[in-house]
Structures are given as structure tokens and as C-alpha cells.
């Protein structure tokens, strides 16, 4: 109730600053400001003619495809850096440096590898994410308790046994971190990319609106990716992350 | 069964120079005995320890258990840690299951045995709870239930009971005589504590620092279970503790401040009882 109370306000000041701004100030044009009004139908009528779901299905398709290679390869990469201590030395600093890197850099290069198509986009998403990942793995497992893996020796377990029981398990918190943010930067590559290269999707009826100066479907598409991001923020991460903090007893503050 | 320590010497490396923590250490450990070893913090306790469990390599000699060299931990050899050490991911019950889980034990069988021995420190209430549920007594009860079901022959125990509350630890302490005494095991207790050293061992090795050596052994003969409050333990305690006067002050040492003197503040010559203890 009071987060709806929140939005209703939050929309009704944006009426205001619209109604002041266009209508009686005159600082915007109609076609650089949005109203509510305007961005509520355009929305309703992007859903009636279908446009909105076949964009989001392609959207969803390519970042759920894109994102499971990450996850893959990230902790591969962040397993095998572990392991080795001199890969570790050496790739550790040159991954965070990948890592900070904007995605979208990489479109040329999946351009010039793919053309410009889905494995184009797919590419620059799994390449936004995975470092991401391959680091939150790789931190997660070194800040492990030592205590943890010195007592699971006690108890008779050793090489594999120690990393599926004891390893992985205690690093969990910080993966799912690492997963998170690994997913917020691939939707980051994936509007980025499909803005750019003009294929079926959100990103891509997004640029539509701008060339046709329909500041309002702009708008409209931008709310659809916020809530999709945020659903996919709360419902799945967010639940994990709550699941694992009550266990561990780290929500109580 | 036997526990032998042969020789163990440890030396690390720092920056420049060598450190000898442990030199020349030998043991001979019977079956079913209780074994504590005493001595100031930074005198080599847990290296040791950590040595015979098999989580440390010695620089020299050897650890021999059963007439076998010991080269790696492993669960014929039970450890108790001064933090309980448990897993924060799992519940008390799976906890407790984990030893033989590792073992390959099957499920009914795991669960049957952690609750016989979650039973016996009391906690069969708490088996679904959560590690950071627990109070610091009831997660060293814990840990002590899942060293118990490794069914080893050996307790290796490293100053399980240090951070918890005098109540608490004498409850601990009382309830440990019992389950030794139920269970029959060999038990290596760590502690800088001469009041727990003499209240739970039948022999007493106290350590002396730089480089780590066993000074001195002390049988403890009393009828048990034991009490604190008996007068005949009080008296071995004095006894100890005169012979002991120099360790006595480094192990206080370490435990008061820095200003204090055991001339000073001497409450060894008017030979009261609680000299040592750290209530
Ligand atoms: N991993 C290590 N590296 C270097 N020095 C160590 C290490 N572990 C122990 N020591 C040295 O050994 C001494 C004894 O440590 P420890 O066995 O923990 O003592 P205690 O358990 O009796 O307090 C310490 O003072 C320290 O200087
Ligand atoms: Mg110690």
C-alpha cells in the first residue's frame, strides 16, 4: 500500500513538473517532455498492437542466453584463477581491468566477428558480465574462513569433498552478489547493444521513438526496462540473497 | 592405541630470521588418558596441537598414532577449535552430520547417531536451528557433538572453552569429565588455565615459552568426577601452582595486565585457592 501510495505521488509530480515546465513555463517543447498521460497510452498502445511483448520476448531471449554463458565461463575463470596462484598474480589485475571496461567497446569487435546480428549482442553480453562474475568468484573463495577448511580436514575431507562442501557453500553470499551485479551489467550490454544495432527488442523500439520524435514511447520503453530490471532484481536475486543472509544471520541489525 | 610424539621440533620463517616455537617435544600418550597441556599464550600450545592433528607439518620428528606415521588431518583424529568452527550454511543437525556425510554414511544412519550424541550435550532442541542461533556454550556442545560422532580415538581440543563465561565453562567443564569418562576417549585439552588443567587432566604438561618445551608433568590422582570446590583438588591445585611459580607468572602474564607482579600482588603466599583461575 505505501509503495503504491509512493508511486501515485511520484507520477503526480512529474504531472506537475510537465504541466509546468511545457504548459505554463514553457522551458520544454511537448515533443522533449513526456507527460504521464501521454507515456500511459503510447504504453497501452504498445501492448495492444504487440509491438511491447514480441520486443521483450527478443530482449528476454538474448540477455537469458547471453547471461548463462557468462555465468558459465565467469566461473570457469573464477575457479581455474583460484586454483592456480600464478594465473591469479597475473590475470587478477588485468580482469578487474576488463572488468571496468563499458561492454559496449566490445560491438566493433562482435561486429566484425558475427556481423550484425543476435551472436553480435549475445557476444557483448556475455563479455559485459563475465568478468564481473569470474571476480565475485574468485574473491568469494578467497575470503573463505580458513577455520571452515581446516575443520572439514578434521573430519576426513579433502580435495574435491573440501570445494563442493565447504568452498563453494561458504562463498555463496558474496557469488550471488557477484551473480547480481554480473546480471546488471549484461541488461546494461544488452540495451546498449541492441540500441545500436538495430535488431528486434526493447532497445530497438526505443530508437524507434526517437526517430519518430515520439518522446513519450522513449519514455514508455525506459519504464518497461526499469520494472523488468527491478522484477528480475527483486524476485530472483533478492529472494536468494534474503534466503542466505537469514540462514548465515546476517539480516539481523 | 597409541599416541607417540617423537622429537617434534617447529621453526618458522620470519623475515629474517628462524623462530623456534617447538623443540625437541616427546610425548607418549596412553589409551583413554586425559591430557592437558598448559602454558602462557605464544608458548607453541596450539602448534603442537595442530601437529598432532595433522594440520601443521613438524620441522622435525614425528607424530605416530597406531604405529602409523601421521601425515595429513583426518577423522581418527577429532579437533575441537577455541571458535566453534561451525558451518553457518547448514542447520546444528547437518552440522553434526557432516563427518560422516564426508564418510559416506547413509542418511537415516547419520541422522540416528547426530541425534544419539546432539542428545548427549542437550541440544536435541536446537537440531534445526540456525549456527547464529546459538549462544557460544551451546555452539562448543555443538562442535563437540560433531568431533563426537567421527568415533575417533583421539580428541584433540584447543582451548575449546577460553571465550566463553565462568558459568558456562564450568558447566562445559563438567559435562566434558563426564562424556571422557562415557566415551573413553584420549583427549589432548589445550588451556593457559591451571585450574582447568588440574580440574579435568590426569596428567598436566606445562610448556615453557622460547623455544617451546614441556617443563614440567604433573599426575592429577583425584577421585572423579571432580569439583572445584573439593579440598583435596584445592590442595593439589596449591601444590601446582608453588611449583610452578615462575610459569604461574607468565601464564598470568598473560592473562592481567601488564603492571601486574607476582611479588607485588602476591596472593600465592597467603596460598589462596584461586590464583590462576581466571573467574
Ligand atoms: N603460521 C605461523 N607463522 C609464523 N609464526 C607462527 C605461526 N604459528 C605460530 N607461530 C609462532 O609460534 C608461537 C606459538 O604459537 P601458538 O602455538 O599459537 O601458541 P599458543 O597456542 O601457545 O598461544 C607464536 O608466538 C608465533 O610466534
Ligand atoms: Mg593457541
Redesign the interface.
Known amino acids: 500500500m505505501k509503495k503504491i501510495a509512493f508511486y501515485l505521488i511520484l507520477i503526480l509530480i512529474w504531472e506537475v513538473i510537465y504541466k509546468l515546465g511545457v504548459e505554463v513555463l514553457g522551458i520544454w517543447k511537448v515533443y522533449t517532455f513526456p507527460s504521464p498521460i501521454a507515456v500511459g497510452k503510447t504504453l497501452i498502445k504498445l501492448i495492444a498492437d504487440h509491438t511491447l511483448g514480441i520486443a521483450i520476448a527478443a530482449s528476454m531471449k538474448r540477455i537469458i542466453v547471453g547471461y548463462l554463458f557468462s555465468a558459465m565461463i565467469g566461473i570457469t575463470i573464477g575457479l581455474i584463477i583460484v586454483r592456480f596462484k600464478y594465473l591469479d598474480e597475473n590475470f587478477g589485475a588485468l580482469i578487474l581491468g576488463l572488468q571496468s571496461l563499458p561492454s559496449i567497446c566490445w560491438l566493433p569487435f562482435a561486429i566484425l566477428w558475427f556481423g550484425l546480428n543476435e551472436s553480435a549482442i549475445i557476444f557483448v553480453i556475455t563479455i559485459g558480465s563475465t568478468f564481473a562474475i569470474a571476480m565475485a568468484i574468485e574473491s568469494g573463495i578467497k575470503n573463505v574462513n580458513p577455520?571452515?577448511i581446516?575443520?572439514?580436514?578434521?573430519?576426513?575431507?579433502?580435495g574435491l569433498?573440501i570445494y563442493w562442501?565447504?568452498i563453494i557453500?561458504?562463498s555463496?553470499p558474496n557469488i550471488i552478489t557477484g551473480l547480481k551485479q554480473g546480471w546488471s551489467f549484461a541488461w546494461r550490454a544488452l540495451m546498449a547493444g541492441e540500441m545500436l544495432s538495430a535488431t528486434k527488442g526493447l532497445g530497438q523500439v526505443l530508437m524507434v521513438g526517437r526517430d519518430l520524435a515520439d518522446i513519450s514511447q522513449v519514455m514508455a520503453v525506459m519504464v518497461v526496462m526499469l520494472v523488468l530490471g527491478l522484477t528480475v532484481d527483486n524476485l530472483i536475486f533478492g529472494r536468494i540473497e534474503k534466503s542466505?543472509r537469514h540462514?548465515?544471520?546476517l539480516d539481523?541489525s | 592405541m597409541s599416541l607417540i610424539v617423537e622429537g617434534v621440533t617447529k621453526s618458522f620463517m620470519s623475515k629474517h630470521h628462524k623462530i623456534y616455537t617447538l623443540s625437541d617435544i616427546n610425548l607418549e600418550i596412553k589409551k583413554g588418558e586425559f591430557i592437558c597441556l598448559l602454558g602462557p599464550s605464544g608458548c607453541g600450545k596450539s602448534t603442537l596441537l595442530n601437529i598432532i592433528a595433522g594440520l601443521v607439518e613438524a620441522t622435525e620428528g614425528k607424530v605416530i598414532l597406531n604405529d602409523h606415521v601421521v601425515k595429513k588431518a583426518g577423522p581418527d583424529r577429532a579437533v575441537m577449535f577455541q571458535e566453534s568452527a561451525l558451518f553457518p550454511w547448514q542447520r546444528v543437525i547437518d552440522n553434526v552430520e557432516f563427518g560422516m556425510k564426508i564418510a559416506g554414511l547413509p542418511k537415516e544412519m547419520r541422522r540416528e547417531k547426530a541425534l544419539k550424541y546432539l542428545k548427549m550435550v542437550h541440544l536435541t532442541k536446537f537440531k534445526d536451528a540456525f549456527i547464529h542461533e546459538l549462544s557460544g556454550g551451546m555452539k562448543q556442545r555443538v562442535a563437540l557433538a560433531r568431533a563426537l560422532t567421527l568415533d575417533s580415538e583421539v580428541l584433540l581440543m584447543d582451548e575449546p572453552f577460553a571465550a566463553l563465561d565462568s558459568q558456562t565453562k564450568l558447566i562445559l567443564q563438567m559435562e566434558l569429565q563426564k562424556i571422557w569418562w562415557e566415551t573413553k576417549k584420549t583427549v589432548i585439552f589445550v588451556t593457559h588455565n591451571i585450574e582447568e588443567a588440574v580440574l579435568l587432566a590426569d596428567r598436566v604438561l606445562v610448556m615453557s615459552a622460547g623455544p617451546g618445551i614441556i617443563k614440567k608433568e604433573f599426575k592429577i590422582q583425584l577421585a572423579r568426577p571432580r569439583q572445584l570446590e573439593n579440598i583435596d583438588l584445592t590442595y593439589v591445585l596449591a601444590d601446582v601452582m608453588k611449583e610452578l611459580k615462575e610459569e604461574v607468572e607468565k601464564v598470568a602474564k598473560a592473562e592481567y595486565d601488564n603492571d601486574w607482579n607476582i611479588e607485588k600482588d602476591s596472593i600465592l603466599s597467603h596460598s589462596d585457592p584461586d590464583l590462576g583461575s581466571n573467574l
Open positions: 577455520l571452515y581446516r575443520a572439514a580436514k578434521t573430519m576426513g575431507a579433502s569433498k562442501n565447504v557453500p561458504a555463496l542466505i540462514k548465515w544471520g539481523r
